[in-house]
């Protein structure tokens, strides 16, 4: 399994609108794209202080690498890239093999 994470920090104007649809849309990803196991959604509630800006997450996790790839060419991907990119200030991908 691959596990893909996304440390994101949207504009300060985004809506609650746009921002539930961006939301949806990746909760949705397992629904439409073969080999995507999960996808969780988290925001940053640490007291540490060391989020560096980044206030949500997007962990997803991938049957294998061939699923992974899958999905970044899928044409879901690239509508959710579509909704999404205008609204993110920066983000962080990192993806990791699981070994069980």
Excluded at 31 to 58: I, M
Aim: hydrophobic share 45%; proline share 5%.
């Amino acid at each position: 399994m691959i596990r893909h994470i996304l440390l994101i920090a949207f504009v300060s104007d985004i809506t609650s609108e746009n921002f539930n649809r961006v939301r949806e849309r990746f909760l949705g990803i397992p629904a439409v794209v073969d080999g995507v196991l999960g996808v969780e959604w988290g925001v940053n509630d640490s007291p540490e202080n060391k989020n560096a800006g980044f206030t949500h997450c997007v962990l997803m996790t991938f049957l294998d690498e061939s699923a992974l790839h899958r999905y970044l060419r899928h044409p879901e991907h690239e509508k959710l890239k579509e909704i999404f990119r205008p609204f993110t200030r920066d983000i962080i991908v990192f993806d990791y093999p699981i070994n069980v």
